[in-house]
Nanobody
Framework: QVQLVESGGGSVEAGGSLTLSCAHSVVESSDLCMAWFRQAPGKEREGIAGVRRNGLTYYADPVKGRFTISRDDAKNTMYLQMNSLKPEDTAMYYC????????????????????WGRGTQVTVSS
C-alpha cells in the first residue's frame, strides 16, 4: 500500500513563502511520477506542478516563476517551494503519484494518478 503524506502547509501573508513536502512509502522512488494539485472551495482540483522520473518538471501558468517542484528520491520526498504567494493560492494542496517505468506527468487529468495524499491547507492573506 503506497502512502503519501503532505506537510508544510500553513497561513502566510501575501508575498510570503512556504515549502510543502510529500513523503511517500515507495521503496523504488525512481519509479514514481509525481505532481502537486490544489483545490480551493467551490473549485475543481487543479494541477499546478509535476516531476517525472528523470527529473523533468512541469508547471501550470498560474504558478510559473513562483513555485518550484523537486524530488529527493534518497529521502522518499517531493517538495514544492512556493514563493511570492498570493491570496488566490489559498487552497488545499495534494500530492499525487503514479508508478511505473512508463509513467508520465499530466496536470490536466487528476484521474491519471492512482495514489493521493490527504492534503495540507495553505492560506494566504492579503
Amino acid at each position: 500500500q503506497v502512502q503519501l503524506v503532505e506537510s508544510g502547509g500553513g497561513s502566510v501573508e501575501a508575498g510570503g513563502s512556504l515549502t510543502l513536502s510529500c513523503a511517500h512509502s515507495v521503496v523504488e522512488s525512481s519509479d514514481l511520477c509525481m505532481a502537486w494539485f490544489r483545490q480551493a472551495p467551490g473549485k475543481e482540483r487543479e494541477g499546478i506542478a509535476g516531476v517525472r522520473r528523470n527529473g523533468l518538471t512541469y508547471y501550470a501558468d498560474p504558478v510559473k516563476g513562483r513555485f518550484t517542484i523537486s524530488r529527493d528520491d534518497a529521502k522518499n520526498t517531493m517538495y514544492l517551494q512556493m514563493n511570492s504567494l498570493k491570496p488566490e493560492d489559498t487552497a488545499m494542496y495534494y500530492c499525487a503519484a503514479a508508478i511505473g517505468a512508463l509513467c508520465y506527468v499530466t496536470l490536466e487529468d487528476p484521474n491519471y494518478y492512482y495514489y493521493w495524499g490527504r492534503g495540507t491547507q495553505v492560506t494566504v492573506s492579503s
